[in-house]
Nanobody, 116 residues
Framework: QVQLVESGGGLVQPGGSLRLSCAASGFNFRHSVMNWYRQTPGKERELVATITSLGTTTNYPDSVKGRFSISRDNDKSTVYLQMNNLKPEDTAVYYC?????????WGKGTLVTVSS
């Protein structure tokens, strides 16, 4: 059974930092591209980070580049998203995603709220 479980969300002040974690099981994690998405009500789901299977290549949109960093530990089947210098516009539900062959696997999400 495929399972992706996000954790680490919460309330932080602008300029603060959070690290999200996604624990994966039920598929070949080390062969999967991993992604983080976020979604706010009324908006389309946005890709915020992606990492290749060996972790040698990462990509970010301009909205988070220089502030967010994705990493993975294949021995622990876990992917992380380090978020620094958080802004109110970063407030969203953050989802872990695994892209494996023709299938997409999704976690249930973790809420990040950036507010003073």
């Amino acid at each position: 059974q495929v399972q992706l479980v996000e954790s680490g969300g919460g309330l932080v002040q602008p300029g603060g930092s959070l690290r999200l974690s996604c624990a994966a099981s039920g598929f070949n994690f080390r062969h999967s591209v991993m992604n983080w998405y976020r979604q706010t009500p009324g908006k389309e789901r946005e890709l915020v980070a992606t990492i290749t299977s060996l972790g040698t290549t990462t990509n970010y949109p301009d909205s988070v580049k220089g502030r967010f960093s994705i990493s993975r530990d294949n021995d622990k089947s876990t992917v992380y998203l380090q978020m620094n210098n958080l802004k109110p516009e970063d407030t969203a539900v953050y989802y872990c995603n695994a892209a494996l062959h023709e299938l997409d696997y999704w976690g249930k999400g973790t809420l990040v709220t950036v507010s003073s």
